[in-house]
């Protein structure tokens, strides 16, 4: 098969189907992210890199205005001096007028000083101050005095200080002097008047406080003699006592009364005995002369009983006994009635004589009934006197708040005559004294060293200034400037790899007319058939521009070391990036490493490969899709390059998106992938165009070409955001135009390689992988 003929590849096999490739390691395009308002440290670094003739403009030329203008002011002197206004450790005697009793904090301040200094600073103050003033210095006014006189309140404290400035040392100095004289003066006759007013209003108040006094104190005095009482709190204890101890008697009372009326119930069952017939048997057992008679009569009836026995009843012993016992019985009534008399005896009493035992149960039973009879006359007793005392325990809350407020009062006004009595002699006192109330801590002097302008210290604020006024300009124009400025900047914002950077050339057109430089990248790359290259002779001299798209090339064919890329859409988001130039030297790289390569200008609306390449365009990929000619006369084959086949645009066609699109742009494409190691296809720009999009549905990749300094974030972005919507495979970026760039300062910077001979190696492995990637059917392809 001949160079450049295009036919449908054979498998391994020879069955003559298309080998099935599979999709090679890439990144989608990921979807955009909106750009960060925050500048990191990086990017501060990068824009202070970028601006930094502007900051360092802005900040000459503050710097230049403030030293300029520094130097020609004239130079102003200042001077102060301090009042002592208020006493350090006590207040003044006028002030305890309103002092609260028991209260009061002597280090408060009592001067409202913003008044006081807007008063020293009247024209009424100022006017005999400033007469002072014109006998030494007539060009003195009020109102020059007033914009340089300074008075304030030194934080805090009791003290006033002024300051005044003055191109002259000797004139700061007397005019302050005149005018501290001035305030102490003002000070002493305000307080002579305050004094007098003072002693004055004194003087008004005391008759009035001491009929106030004499009113409440005898108020106090009768209220006394009316509720008998000394102290009602002491009186309030003793009734609280009081009515403790009667509510525990009333209590023992209650449980002695429970006591001895069970007793008195339990002796009048067992004794049968009412309570007067009890007090008559005890008091009959206590009578000699009836327990007498009561002993004869129970012998009587002892002896009647024996001799029962041994007489009949008719006989004269047992009459005889009968008789005696018959005599007894009226004295022993006639005994009762004597003892008890008529009450007792009523009651009826057993003449029989009562045993030990009953009689003292008896006495116990009279004893009980006597007992609840004086309880119940102590509970009486107690119940009244406590009502009395819950009586008087009411009434006690009511003179006790009486009591109370007339002796506040009468406190309260006692106090104030005291208070006023007190600072009326104090007030006599210090009227009688000359002393000043105002007390000069600090006098003026004459300064030495000019207060202003502060060479020093203007000159290095306006340093500041202007660096922070550049930054700030700076800050200003990176953000109108809304283009890519360094390779890290694009890769942080578009999120994808940054497969190489091509460094700016100032000469580019001629360098892409000459190939030497590039053919002799041959030399590294063993030739197909075992022999050197023509060019092999010559020495290898690294170009950072040339090594670029060397590492460019590396890089993709690492990003797909598993299943290779094998067709790549080259393109940008807008026109002038670079696009057609990265496409011819890329295909120049790669054919110079060793492969087929099919460079195909796809940009059918604005051709550029042609030019770049100095090539004919009548015929190109436009007239293959639109008419009967074959791809095999359409590609070109550039004389010096064994592996690099061009195919131009060819004639612009009215439609060219129809072309891309159409089933036999497609049977081409799958025909070059068959054919070449890598098809490289240069479309126009993204934004507003759809062909780039078409192609790369049926590409393994896109690759997109950002010119630094030229393209526009915003657009690369929505370019970036179409692809995402189209569903297109984005490889990455490449940076294009990267000015002060070098081979050495990307080895080390980025770490992409490292050394040379880590370089070596890994051209090695990637020479080693392609030999074994090599197929049968690819021998003869490689020998042509």
Request: aromatic residues 6%; glycine residues 6%; charged residues 20%.
């Amino acid at each position: 098969m001949e160079i450049g003929q295009i036919q449908p590849p054979l498998s391994p096999n020879g069955n003559g189907k298309h080998p099935q490739y599979a999709p090679p390691m890439v990144y989608r395009t990921p979807p955009p992210e909106p750009e960060p308002d925050e500048w990191t440290l990086r990017q501060l670094v990068n824009v202070i890199r970028r601006r930094a003739l502007v900051i360092a403009g802005v900040a000459i030329a503050v710097t230049s205005g403030i030293s300029f203008w520094t130097l020609n002011q004239t130079p102003k002197y200042e001077s102060k001096f301090q009042l002592l206004v208020e006493p350090v450790t006590e207040e003044g005697d006028l002030d305890k007028l309103t002092e609260a009793v028991g209260g009061g904090d002597g280090r408060n301040s009592t001067l409202d000083y913003d008044t006081q200094i807007q008063v020293l600073r009247s024209p009424q103050l100022m006017e005999a101050i400033v007469q002072e003033i014109h006998k030494h210095y007539p060009e003195v006014s009020y109102e020059s005095l007033m914009s340089q006189l300074i008075v304030s309140r030194l934080g805090d404290t009791k003290i006033l200080e002024g300051r005044y400035r003055d191109t002259e040392p000797e004139r700061v100095r007397r005019v302050l002097h005149e005018v501290a004289r001035g305030y102490l003066r003002y000070s002493l006759q305000e307080r002579q008047l305050n004094l007098k007013q003072g002693i004055q209003f004194v003087d008004d108040q005391l008759p009035v406080l001491r009929d106030r006094v004499n009113k409440l104190q005898g108020q106090l005095q009768a209220f006394r003699q009316q509720h008998n009482l000394l102290d009602p709190e002491i009186q309030a204890q003793e009734l609280s006592q009081r009515v403790s101890a009667i509510e525990q008697q009333q209590l023992q009372t209650q449980v002695q009364y429970q006591e001895t009326r069970s007793l008195y119930n339990t002796l009048l069952q067992q004794l049968g005995l009412s309570p007067q017939q009890a007090v008559a048997t005890v008091t009959l057992s206590e009578a000699p002369r009836y327990q007498q008679l009561l002993n004869q009569l129970a012998e009587l009836e002892s002896q009647i009983a024996l001799e029962s026995a041994r007489f009949t009843p008719q006989s004269p012993t047992m009459q005889a006994l009968r008789q005696k016992r018959d005599n007894l019985l009226p004295l022993l009534n006639q005994e009762s009635q004597n003892v008890l008399g008529a009450s007792l005896t009523e009651a009826g009493v057993s003449s029989a004589s009562p045993n030990s035992i009953r009689t003292n149960l008896t006495q116990q039973l009279v004893q009980a009934t006597n007992q609840l009879q004086v309880l119940q006359v102590k509970q009486s007793a107690i119940a009244r006197s406590a009502q009395m005392l819950n009586l008087q325990v009411k009434q006690i809350p009511v003179i006790a708040r009486r009591y109370t407020d007339l002796q506040r009062e009468l406190q309260v006004a006692t106090d104030s005559l005291n208070r006023f009595l007190a600072v009326r002699e104090n007030l006599e006192i210090e009227a009688a004294q000359k002393a000043l109330p105002w007390q000069i801590i600090l006098k003026p002097e004459v300064p030495q060293v000019p207060v202003w302008p502060n060479t020093q210290r203007n000159i290095t604020l306006g340093a500041i200034a202007g660096l922070l006024l550049g930054m700030g300009v700076a800050l200003l124009i990176e953000r109108l400037d809304n283009v890519f400025h360094s390779p890290d900047e694009l890769k942080d914002l578009t999120k994808l790899p940054l497969l190489g950077i091509i460094p700016y050339q100032k000469q580019l057109k001629q360098q892409m007319m000459s190939t030497a430089n590039l053919t002799q990248m041959t030399s590294s790359s063993p030739s197909t058939n075992g022999r050197k290259s023509r060019h092999s002779s010559r020495s290898y001299n690294a170009s950072p521009f040339l090594e670029s798209f060397r590492s460019l090339q590396t890089n993709i064919r690492f990003l797909g070391s598993d299943t290779p890329v094998h067709s790549i859409i080259i393109s940008s988001a807008t026109p002038s990036e670079g696009k057609s130039t990265v496409s011819v030297h890329l295909a120049q790289a790669a054919a110079a490493m060793g492969q087929r390569v099919l460079l195909v200008d796809a940009d059918l609306r604005r051709p550029q490969v042609h030019h770049y390449l100095n090539l004919d365009n009548q015929v190109g990929l436009s007239n293959v899709i639109a008419t009967g000619l074959t791809a095999k006369q359409a590609i070109q084959r550039l004389p010096m390059w064994d592996r690099l086949y061009v195919l131009t645009a060819g004639q612009v066609p009215p439609d060219p998106s129809r072309l891309l699109c159409s089933k036999k742009m497609q049977h081409l494409m799958e025909q070059f992938h068959a054919v070449f190691d890598l098809v490289i296809y240069d479309t126009p720009p993204v934004l507003g165009l759809a062909d780039g999009r078409l192609l790369a549905a049926h590409a393994d990749g896109v690759m997109m070409v950002v010119g630094l300094g030229k393209s526009d974030r915003s657009a690369l972005m929505q370019a970036l955001d179409g692809m995402r919507i189209s569903n297109a495979t984005v490889l990455g970026v490449v940076a294009n135009g990267v000015k002060g760039y070098t081979t050495r300062s990307y080895y080390y910077y980025h770490n992409h390689y490292g050394t040379e001979s880590d370089i070596l190696k890994a051209k090695q492995l990637l020479m080693k992988r392609m030999e074994e990637n090599i197929q049968p059917g690819d021998e003869q392809k490689n020998h042509e």
